[in-house]
Nanobody
Framework: QVQLVESGGGLVQAGGSLRLSCAAS????????TGWFRQAPGNERELVAA????????YYADPVKGRFTISRDNAENTVYLQMSSLKPEDTAVYYC?????????????????WGQGTQVTVSS
């Protein structure tokens, strides 16, 4: 089992920045690729960014490329999502998730550990 706890969400004005953190506990964190997902009301959950086990590979969804940066610190069992130039359409609940899949980026169905989510609200 891997337990994931997100933090760092909040209310920010458009153009601002936030850094989300996801603290992991349980099984060896470096055995898992990790991803950040988001879900806005009425929308499906979508993958925003992902990082491989040791952070050597990263994936970004097109809407966030150049604005968001995913990173991880395996010594601290933590993965981060630095979000800059935020837009109102970035408003959503953001979830951290872990996948044991060896393909990268992992297919969404392989993420079997999830955090509880943290709300990000961007005002215009």
């Amino acid at each position: 089992q891997v337990q994931l706890v997100e933090s760092g969400g909040g209310l920010v004005q458009a153009g601002g920045s936030l850094r989300l953190s996801c603290a992991a506990s349980g099984r060896t964190f470096r055995n898992y690729a990790t991803g950040w997902f988001r879900q806005a009301p009425g929308n499906e959950r979508e993958l925003v960014a992902a990082t491989s086990r040791y952070g050597g590979s990263r994936y970004y969804a097109d809407p966030v490329k150049g604005r968001f940066t995913i990173s991880r610190d395996n010594a601290e069992n933590t993965v981060y999502l630095q979000m800059s130039s935020l837009k109102p359409e970035d408003t959503a609940v953001y979830y951290c998730a872990a996948s044991g899949d060896y393909a990268f980026p992992p297919s969404i169905g392989t993420y079997n550990y999830w955090g509880q989510g943290t709300q990000v609200t961007v005002s215009s």
